[in-house]
């Protein structure tokens, strides 16, 4: 069982790296192409561009029902099953499914674009909104592509249609800004750059992996029997994408409709850090889904619960330091990333110099950094299982009790954010803008709660399976130490905000280093399957091994 668990681990880890390829490569471009899209544009016109991505974003969740989710599951399981030809169905069920939502709902944005900009109390932005429209279309390319890929776990592909696709993004919405076309430049950008990817994507998949199964093809396809099931396992699947991703914009819509765009845009840049944490959730998250589809929990119980604590444990080992050091240098972080000047000023061997060592600087986004630290408190609940819970419970077909805990967490946060945004909103005035933001970020938190401890309580009912709660306390002292060690050192130090980023990391990591196996968060059984599980990384791996080997000296020798 352990040696299959470990297998598992490794197929996992390097199915996670691949993709993680893909997250680190295309944020880091996005966060370029941000860093000099904030450059260019003002505060103002920065918060106008995330406020007409809203409703895009949002209509765009309602877009698959599900289907995506349910095709990853499928493919994967009849790959396992050794059932590819009936893959083909599969792949062209869920593609034209996707075609024609897609179709439906950008015309369905376009329609409302007036509307929406009137409540947004911006309606000069109504022309934007609907030009976003277009990107639901090319979204849905996107999302099909990326379900086929998951599920045959071919994770290079992928990431080259992430980079690609961010590569686009940063390089043409900047430039199209810098030619005069102010915010309607960075909104082309982003549309272009979902149009390429989209049909990058579509194109691998039919000739790497469509195209071989029409070999195997025997007989017609039938859409309509291989489509039911998909919506029928995926519709439940809905209600928690619209928690996850669509709650937080409408939290965002109702921010907007009470603060400036100054304020919207310290929000924005705000969230430009937060995505930094996707570098481990999402890889990790994505890369247990075929993971936990291969289980039987009423065969292998013992397996499933050695896998799921496992993969909160080494989430966890990730994530949370990733968290808490965001949390302890999110001033230096943001006004380094955001001087005031134009990133052009600091070209200049002059310019560079005033960035590197003058002191003190005055902030583009002054409340960024506290729209930062607040918002990533939300990722420590990966301490109780966050990030694998849906993982496990969409891996294994349950995704009705999904759409329970979803509208739970529904039913409270909507009227909860309503509440205090709008209180704030209305009664904080004009100087008081920062906590409606607050308020929103604290709903984002909410929304969070009820739909965990209920998916939690009914995973241990069920089948047993919960994280280790002391591992995580240990997990999350550790962090903390290394937190503390960062924020002092960032507090008391006289220096410029890049050298305490530089520094403050360097301590951090140190830290975290000595102090995680010291409290016994991680014990030499763990290091040696970490080791295991990332010996298909290539020289990533021989990188990893250098303070995996510091740790492993540093753990305490097990009882004789």
Not at 199 to 224: M, N, Q, T, W
Not at 362 to 367: E, G, H, M, R
Not at 380 to 396: C, E, K, P, R
Request: proline content about 5%.
């Amino acid at each position: 069982m352990e040696d299959k668990a470990l297998q598992m681990g490794k197929s996992s880890t390097a199915g996670s790296f691949f993709l993680l390829i893909g997250v680190v490569g295309s944020t880091v471009l996005m966060a370029l192409g941000t860093i000099i899209l904030a450059s260019v544009l003002s505060p103002d016109e920065l918060g106008l561009y995330s406020i007409v991505l809203i409703p895009s974003t949002i209509i765009a969740f309602f877009r698959d029902l599900g289907v995506n989710s349910a095709m990853t599951q499928k493919i994967a399981s009849l790959r396992a099953a050794n059932k590819t030809s009936e893959i083909h169905d599969v792949i062209r069920a869920g593609v034209i499914f996707e075609l024609l939502s897609g179709a439906l709902l950008s015309l369905v944005c376009f329609a409302i674009s007036q509307p929406l900009a009137n409540i947004l109390d911006r309606p000069d932005a109504s022309s934007l909104i609907a030009l976003m429209s277009l990107s639901i279309f090319a979204s849905a390319l996107v999302s099909a592509a990326t379900a086929t890929f998951v599920g045959f776990e071919k994770m290079k592909y992928n990431s080259f249609t992430q980079i690609i696709q961010a590569l686009i993004k940063t390089l043409l919405g900047p430039f199209l800004v810098f030619l005069g076309f102010s915010v309607t430049g960075a909104v082309i950008g982003s549309i272009a750059s979902v149009a390429v990817g989209g049909v990058i994507s579509i194109l691998i998949v039919y000739f790497a992996l469509f195209r071989p199964l029409r070999k195997a093809k025997v007989g017609k396809c039938d859409l309509k029997q291989t489509l039911l099931p998909l919506l029928k396992y995926g519709i439940p699947l809905t209600v928690p994408n619209i928690v996850v991703g669509v709650l937080p914009q409408i939290f965002a819509f109702f921010m907007a409709m009470y603060i400036s765009d100054n304020m919207v845009g310290n929000y924005f840049a705000a969230t430009c850090f937060a995505v930094l944490v996707t570098f481990i959730s999402f890889p990790v998250s994505t890369a247990l889904f075929p993971a936990f589809s291969k289980l039987n929990p009423q065969k292998e119980p013992e397996l499933v619960k050695t896998v799921f604590a496992s993969s909160v444990k080494y989430t966890a080992l990730l994530l949370i330091p990733v968290t808490m050091l965001l949390i302890a240098l999110a001033t230096p972080l943001v006004n380094t990333v955001f001087p005031q000047d134009s990133i052009l000023h600091y070209l200049s061997p002059d310019g560079l110099k005033q960035f590197l060592f003058t002191v003190n600087t005055q902030s583009k986004f002054p409340y960024a950094p506290l729209f930062l630290a607040v918002s990533s408190i939300g990722n420590l609940f990966v301490l109780f299982g966050h990030v694998s819970l849906i993982a496990f419970q969409t891996g294994i077909g349950k995704t009705g009790q999904i759409m329970k805990q979803s509208l739970l967490s529904l039913a409270i946060s909507l009227p909860f954010s309503y509440a205090i945004i709008t209180y704030f909103g209305k009664f904080g005035g004009a100087n008081m803008e920062w906590l409606v933001v607050i308020g929103g970020v604290v709903s984002v938190m909410v929304s969070i709660v009820p739909g965990l401890v209920w998916g939690l309580i009914w995973s241990w009912k069920n089948y047993h399976v919960k994280a280790d709660f002391k591992n995580s306390t240990k997990i999350f002292i550790a962090s903390l130490v290394a937190s503390v060690v960062a924020y002092v050192f960032s507090v008391f130090l006289n220096a410029s905000y890049p050298i305490l980023l530089i520094i403050g990391t360097l301590l951090f990591l140190l830290t975290y280093l000595v102090i995680t196996p010291i409290v016994g968060a991680v014990n030499r059984a763990d290091i040696d399957n970490l080791i295991l599980m990332s010996s298909e990384l290539g020289i990533i791996s021989k990188i990893l091994k250098l303070p995996l080997k510091l740790m492993q000296k540093l753990c305490k020798k097990p009882d004789k």
